[in-house]
């Protein structure tokens, strides 16, 4: 696959570097589906994904029309399989735990394979 053909990424894990990833995609133009088990890490990544774009818009950065466009490229699921549905990429960004990455590579194997 070429890198021009990539146009929805799937990003999964909230964290401070799974937002920030997710941010760029969306800064970038890129569609993105954010996933994490977590509601909680959901939105609280939300929020510091706002708390950003304000930042960029208070250092003029960005205006409030590129933010809202921003954020619309951006969609949060609890839903692995909905996250690599349509995807084209797919970054892990999840904690550092050997075992946890081991099952989300093999569940990631499993519904990349069916979509």
Same mark, same amino acid.
């Given at each position: 696959? $070429?890198?021009?053909? @990539?146009?929805? @990424?799937?990003?999964?894990?909230?964290?401070?570097?799974?937002?920030? @990833?997710?941010?760029?995609?969306?800064?970038? !133009?890129?569609?993105?589906?954010?996933?994490?088990?977590?509601?909680?890490?959901?939105? /609280? $990544?939300?929020?510091?994904? /706002?708390?950003?774009?304000?930042?960029?818009?208070?250092?003029?950065?960005?205006? *409030?029309?590129?933010?809202?466009?921003?954020? =619309?490229?951006?969609?949060? *699921? =609890?839903?692995?399989?909905? !996250?690599?549905?349509?995807?084209?990429?797919? @970054? =892990?960004?999840?904690?550092?735990?050997? =075992? $946890?990455?081991?099952?989300?590579? $093999? /569940?990631?194997?499993?519904?990349?394979?069916?979509?």
């Amino acid at each position: 696959m $070429a890198i021009k053909s @990539i146009k929805r @990424i799937c990003v999964v894990g909230s964290g401070v570097m799974g937002h920030q @990833i997710a941010l760029k995609c969306a800064v970038h !133009g890129f569609l993105v589906k954010f996933v994490d088990s977590s509601k909680q890490r959901l939105l /609280q $990544a939300g929020i510091n994904i /706002q708390k950003e774009l304000d930042r960029r818009i208070g250092d003029g950065r960005l205006c *409030t029309k590129e933010k809202e466009e921003i954020l =619309e490229r951006i969609q949060s *699921t =609890e839903k692995l399989s909905e !996250g690599v549905m349509e995807s084209d990429l797919v @970054i =892990e960004s999840i904690n550092e735990d050997l =075992e $946890a990455k081991r099952n989300l590579f $093999a /569940q990631l194997d499993e519904d990349a394979s069916s979509s």
